[in-house]
């Protein structure tokens, strides 16, 4: 099992920046893909931006929704055991809880979630 801690949401003027945080613990050494995903209330929740290890380990592969390409910047500290989604030149269009997920061996883990709001 993994368990996933977001932090780091809130309130920001359009044009800013968030940092948003999520500490991994457990099995972090089988997570295959780690990433973030977002959910306003009556839709699905749709990936952001996710990282894909691959060749061992040794390779990460980033993968961004379109709509936030050129704004957000997904990365990940193995020695902090987080990743992290910068998002800058946030709209008012990016506000929704935005949810942290591992996958390992084909199940999907998710974190409590971290609201984020982009005041117009």
């Known amino acids: 099992q993994v368990q996933l801690v977001e932090s780091g949401g809130g309130l920001v003027q359009a044009g800013g920046s968030l940092t948003l945080s999520c500490e991994a613990s457990?099995?972090?050494?089988?997570?295959?893909?780690i990433g973030w995903f977002r959910q306003t209330p009556g839709k699905e929740r749709d990936l952001v931006a996710s990282i894909t290890i691959a060749g061992g380990g040794k390779i990460n592969y980033k993968n961004y929704a379109d709509s936030v390409k050129g704004r957000f910047t997904i990365s990940r500290d193995y020695a902090k055991n987080t990743l992290y989604l910068q998002m800058n030149s946030l709209k008012p269009e990016d506000t929704a809880v935005y949810y942290c997920?591992?996958?390992?061996?084909?199940?999907?883990?998710w974190g409590q979630g971290t609201e984020v709001t982009v005041s117009s």
């Open positions: 997920y591992a996958n390992v061996f084909s199940t999907n883990y």
């Open positions: 457990g099995n972090i050494d089988s997570i295959k893909t």
